[in-house]
C-alpha cells in the first residue's frame, strides 16, 4: 500500500471519493475502494480469510473505478493507468509472502 501510495503523487487514490462532491460516483461505482480503505483493511485483518487474491482484486478495483468513472485521458484516469504497470509488477513479488494463515515473517525477524 505505501509503495503505491508513494507513487500516487497527487494523491487522487489516497481517500475515499467525496460523495456530497460527486454524488454520480455511487450511481455508477458499486464497489468504491481506495488506499486508506485498503490500509484500514490490512491492519485490522480485513483481507486474512480471502488473501491475496481480496487484495489484489481491491488494487485492481480501485484503478478500474477510476478508469470507468472518468474520461480517458483525464488527469484521473491517466493516474491511474499510470500506477497499473507498478501494481502489476508489485503484485507478483508481494504475493510469494502470503501464506493461508496470514503475511509470512521478514527473514531475520521474530
Known sequence: VEK????????V????????AVPLYATLIRYPVD?????????????AREA????????????ANCII???????FSAAA???LGPLLDLIPARLGRWT???VKPEAGSG
Open 35 to 47: 488506499l486508506g480503505t485498503i490500509r484500514e483493511r490490512l491492519l485490522t485483518g480485513g483481507y
Open 100 to 102: 493461508e494463515g496470514g
Open 81 to 83: 493507468v499510470a500506477l
Open 69 to 75: 468513472f472518468n474520461t480517458p485521458g483525464d488527469p
Open 52 to 63: 491475496p487474491m481480496a487484495l489484489e482484486r481491491d488494487f485492481l478495483l480501485l484503478l
Open 4 to 11: 503505491l501510495a508513494g507513487l500516487d503523487e497527487s494523491g
Open 13 to 20: 487514490f489516497a481517500h475515499a471519493v467525496d460523495l456530497s
